[in-house]
């Protein structure tokens, strides 16, 4: 429950302030006694964020709906969305494979991308390394090991390690980031993310 409350907690905060704003409007404006004032602001506030909620569900869903499948001579098979692509991959010595993905406009992955992954693989031991460092304050040592699960390149010197533990009872959604620029981890932190394998490999 408290993951959640702080999942929305930006959607909360916006229906509270709208329903005050709305509810002194009415108040002021119309001369509604208080207890109907408050009962419309908080109608028409709920109204409008499940709409706002709504509308950034079906943006979603559109986003991530599948354009076309390409093999790659590189990174294999990618599947094309609208807004991004992603590919199956496994870096070296990596026991598992992992999600790469890239925004993209022109449909397929760019030079400068392919060229960002070749050095996130020659590197990928040292910049692993570096995020479990980094994250060790944040985990609990009785945790179960970091699992790699995204990489998402973002710019041509700046991409992301999204990171999550395996699922076992008990433990909650969310997982860790990382953040690197130039080789060099910049960022660090928690997210409500949790990768869902079945979306990412399309």
Request: hydrophobic share 45%.
């Amino acid at each position: 429950m408290t993951f959640w409350l702080n999942y929305y907690a930006g959607a909360l905060k916006a229906a509270f302030v709208l329903a005050c704003v709305l509810s002194v409007a009415l108040i002021g404006l119309t001369n509604l006694s208080v207890v109907p004032g408050v009962l419309i602001g908080i109608t028409c506030a709920t109204v409008v964020i499940a709409a706002l909620s709504l509308l950034q569900r079906w943006l979603n869903a559109r986003n991530m709906h599948l354009v076309r499948v390409l093999d790659h001579p590189e990174l294999g098979q990618v599947s094309v969305y609208r807004k991004h692509w992603t590919a199956r991959l496994q870096a070296s010595e990596l026991p598992y494979v992992c999600t790469l993905m890239g925004a993209c406009d022109s449909g397929a992955p760019t030079e400068e991308q392919v060229s960002l992954w070749r050095a996130i693989r020659n590197r990928y031991q040292s910049l692993l390394g570096d995020a479990h460092q980094r994250l060790a304050s944040l985990s609990n040592p009785a945790d179960p090991v970091l699992r790699l699960e995204l990489i998402e390149l973002q710019t041509p010197d700046t991409f992301m390690f999204f990171l999550s533990r395996p699922f076992h009872s008990g433990s909650k959604p969310g997982g860790l980031f990382v953040r690197y620029k130039d080789m060099t981890l910049i960022d660090a932190g928690r997210t409500p993310w949790r990768a869902k394998r079945e979306r990412l490999e399309g």
